[in-house]
């Protein structure tokens, strides 16, 4: 069982950055990849970013590479997502999860078994 907790939303101008991070529990943090997602009023929710298990390995989609990165320090059983540059459109609930399948690569939500409760991003214009 892997319990996730989020923190570092807020409301940030466009143009400005935020950092979330997720703290995990367990002692077998580092066996998980983890993913960040997010969810926007009456929108589905979306892959961001995603990173393996030792960190080697990162994954975003398009709409925000270049501009986010996440990172983790298994050390702290942390994952972070430092967003720079942010858009109105990036608005949403973000929320971490842990991965605990490996079918559909690492932007397939159904991949993912353990979420935590979301923290709100909100960039005004």
């Known amino acids: 069982q892997v319990r996730l907790v989020e923190s570092g939303g807020g409301l940030v101008q466009a143009g400005g950055s935020l950092r979330l991070s997720c703290a995990a529990s367990?002692?077998?943090?580092?066996?998980?990849?983890m993913g960040w997602f997010r969810q926007a009023p009456g929108k589905e929710r979306e892959f961001v970013a995603a990173i393996s298990g030792s960190g080697d390995n990162t994954y975003y989609a398009d709409s925000v590479k270049g501009r986010f990165t996440i990172s983790r320090d298994n050390a702290k059983n942390t994952v972070y997502l430092q967003m720079n540059s942010l858009k109105p459109e990036d608005t949403a609930v973000y929320y971490c999860?842990?991965?605990?399948?490996?079918?559909?690569?690492?932007?397939?939500?159904?991949?993912?078994?353990?979420w935590g409760q979301g923290t709100q991003v909100t960039v005004s214009s």
């Open positions: 999860a842990a991965r605990t399948a490996y079918s559909g690569g690492y932007s397939n939500i159904w991949s993912y078994g353990y």
């Open positions: 367990g002692r077998t943090f580092s066996s998980y990849a």
